[in-house]
């Protein structure tokens, strides 16, 4: 018998270019998941990459779906009926990410644009189907990204969203960026990481003015959102030189989740900046969960830029 070839962890490679404003654009992206891997903007890395023919760490990048964050115990109530997920966060018995994490999306590519499909088959806990899809299109200056839910089974399906990027500048340690987080208030949280109360941010978690990477300890979500006159919130990094990269999100996105690590592979420090349409244990909470009419689509946008 012939030896196996070997299969990529994170599935096929995308490799997404076009000329910029300030350079070229290139973009990674991963089937698996359909995951960010990477992206830079003349040359500088701005989405922290890990290495190749790796599995993903910390959910790098990956679509979040039909629900962000946690769920407790993996339990929720679905009008009279009590559903139990699997649980996938052992260490504290969470379901957690949604039910793509792993999954192979199907990919439709050309230059510079990308739309990677998956469908949600009914299972423990989540009896309902659904089609998603998201569409990374390069810009000038970074990238835009479009995700699409329809609801192609029977009953009311609830839906949230989340993806898992990790921002960074090439060449600046990421613990020197600043961080400005448009965000009112914090959800407080217990030892799994589930919110026990949302309430307005203050001292080293109100980042609205900025506040140094190196300086922050966060595994937070955040709501409350400021937004700009377009509707768009806004999130930046920006580097002592001032080059900076911007995370914006539209009203679908109600909430952030910012995560600090030094134990990303390469990288002494990383950092995620996570637009979420849902909190934390949503389904439990019913705050921001969208309930799709069988037949009904919901699409939602976010994306990253870059200034020099």
Known sequence: MNAATRIDPTGTQIRLRRDGANGEVTAHIAQVGAGLRGLSVGGVDIVTRYPEAAPTPFGS????????NRIRDGRWTDGDTVR?????????????????????YEIDASEGIVTLAATVFPQHGYPYTLR???????????????HEVANAGDGDAPVAL????????DGVPTEDLMLTLPADTLFEVDD???PTAEVAVSGAFDLREGARVGDLELDTGFGSL???ADGLARTTLTAPDGRAVTMWQDENWTCIQAFITDAYPGHPTAI????MTAPADAFNSGQ?????????????????????
């Open 132 to 146: 998603t899809s998201v569409t990374y299109t390069l810009t000038d200056d970074g990238v835009e990204v479009t």
């Open 272 to 275: 995620a900046i996570e637009p």
């Open 61 to 68: 990048g990956i679509v979040l779906a039909p629900w962000p």
């Open 84 to 104: 139990q997920l699997d649980i996938t966060e052992p260490d504290r018995h969470n379901a957690i990410h949604g039910l793509l994490r792993y999954a192979p």
């Open 162 to 169: 989340g993806t898992h990027p990790f921002f960074c500048i």
């Open 288 to 308: 921001d969960v969208r309930r799709l009419a069988p037949g009904e689509t919901w699409s939602a946008r976010w994306g990253v830029s870059y200034s020099a």
């Open 192 to 194: 799994r990481l589930l």
């Open 226 to 228: 400021a937004r700009d």
